[in-house]
């Protein structure tokens, strides 16, 4: 056998052992049949070698995700030291009731701040209606789609506006 042989050059081969094939009235010859042989451990072991390469590639995906989750930790930890170290500033100029500080590197000096919420329930159909009409705001549909698929799929006749896309997958155990 071939270790050298591509996905690609086994599937060709299948390609020519089929013509073979059409050509002898689907007859499958002695020699035909320790050439399929050939070919289906040939496909196994390269089906194999794929498996064990999308394994190793899963393994670094989550190792990646874990690096991601470390960094992503560790940035937020100096964030918030950035936030408290700023807040302690902050509380320091309004303790002793500067609004200025000079010194040789920076200028220090207070702010204000606004932060706007909105209690969405305080508002009515008018009001909404009015911020949507004035691009101020804007109206979401979002279809659930976990919740249509359990909903639907008892029905023989799935509606028009469904479309449903399937594809083929490879079990491995």
Known sequence: MNDKKTLNDIL???????NELINNDGAISQEL???LDVHQAELGQKLD???HF???LKTKIDYLKTMEEHYSKRRKTLENSITR???SMTNALLMTDNTKVKTDDFNFSL???????I?????????????INKGLAENIFKIKLANLKNEFSEYEEIPDW????????IKVR
Not at 12 to 18: A, C, L, P, R, V
Not at 111 to 117: A, E, Y
């Open 12 to 18: 060709e081969d299948y390609q020519k052992i089929e």
């Open 33 to 35: 049949e320790s050439i």
């Open 49 to 51: 070698g794929y498996e």
């Open 54 to 56: 999308v394994r190793y």
């Open 85 to 87: 170290c700023r807040q």
């Open 111 to 117: 702010g204000k701040s606004q932060k706007w919420c």
């Open 119 to 131: 209690n969405s329930d305080a508002l009515d159909e008018e009001s909404k209606n009015n911020l």
């Open 162 to 169: 469904v479309k449903i896309e399937e594809s083929e997958f």
